[in-house]
């Protein structure tokens, strides 16, 4: 096992630069209140309580960059808590967060990034252990379920039937080793091609083998309009249960 599973310095970059266009509305849904809370403070809040002395990237679109800033403050004033401007693709927003995440000297062998979707509030600390111990062990490790749903692969006007029990649908946090994220952005932008839809599928064309750990269906991220009636049910739950 590495030394880095024993003594984690885990660095939590979240990605909230989308514009949210598919969503509807003016106001990003990351920004927007669940419950008591901006759907973008959920993560952040559960990664701190699991540790406290981490460290937090958080990338805002640059139309609500001051605004973003406010709120993530307000929550959090105690935090070792650092802001950028995304570009406007999730690829884009990762070129943002590495340079920043250079500029701070964290890429390096001492730290682990886990970078997750702003947009997927309900991650729970097992998961985020899971993928942080998973991702310092190994350099790079993505978090996933299987799907349970039938699934085919297009080719041209064809297309036939895959093996579910192969494929399995992929969530974040996706966490990295310093060092491994350093060498592969040394190798390959994440701009370099627009068929990465997130860092795993890029640090993978880089040439790392990325392993896949659990995780968990309530982890799920808000898209469309029905995803957001889907966590007001899961959050009443909750409640209820506690």
């Keep these: 096992m590495h030394s880095l599973a024993r003594d984690l310095r885990p660095v939590w970059v979240q ?5 949210g266009v598919r969503f509807g509305g003016t106001l990003p849904k990351q920004f927007r209140r669940l419950g008591r809370k901006p759907v973008l403070v959920y ?11 981490g460290i937090v990237i958080v990338v805002l679109p640059l139309a609500h960059f001051r605004y973003g800033e406010r709120l993530l403050r307000k929550a ?3 935090a070792a808590l650092y802001l950028t401007v995304g570009g406007p693709t999730r690829s884009g927003s990762t070129e943002a967060a590495l340079t920043l995440l250079e500029d701070l000297e964290l890429l390096s062998q001492e730290y682990v990034m ?21 991702g310092a062990e190994s350099g790079a490790a ?12 297009v080719e041209g006007e064809a297309s036939h039937a895959i093996p579910r029990n192969r494929v399995w649908e992929v969530q ?10 350093r060498e592969a952005w040394r190798r390959l932008s994440p701009l370099s091609d ?7 599928s890029w640090v993978e064309a880089a040439g790392f083998t990325v392993r896949l750990v659990a995780g968990e269906p309530q982890n799920l991220k808000l898209t469309y309009p029905m995803d957001w009636e889907v966590a007001r049910s899961w959050l009443k739950r909750q409640k209820t249960s506690s």
């Design 142 to 153: 993505v978090c996933g379920i299987p799907v349970s749903f039938s699934v085919r692969l």
């Design 76 to 78: 959090f004033p105690h």
């Design 43 to 53: 993560a952040v809040e559960t990664f701190l309580e699991l540790y406290p002395e």
């Design 114 to 134: 886990a970078f997750h979707d702003a947009v997927r509030p309900f991650v729970s600390k097992e998961v985020i252990k899971r993928a942080i111990e998973a």
């Design 172 to 181: 974040t946090p996706q966490v990295f080793r310093g060092d491994i994220l």
């Design 15 to 19: 990605l909230a630069g989308g514009s």
């Design 194 to 200: 627009e068929s990465f839809t997130d860092e795993g």
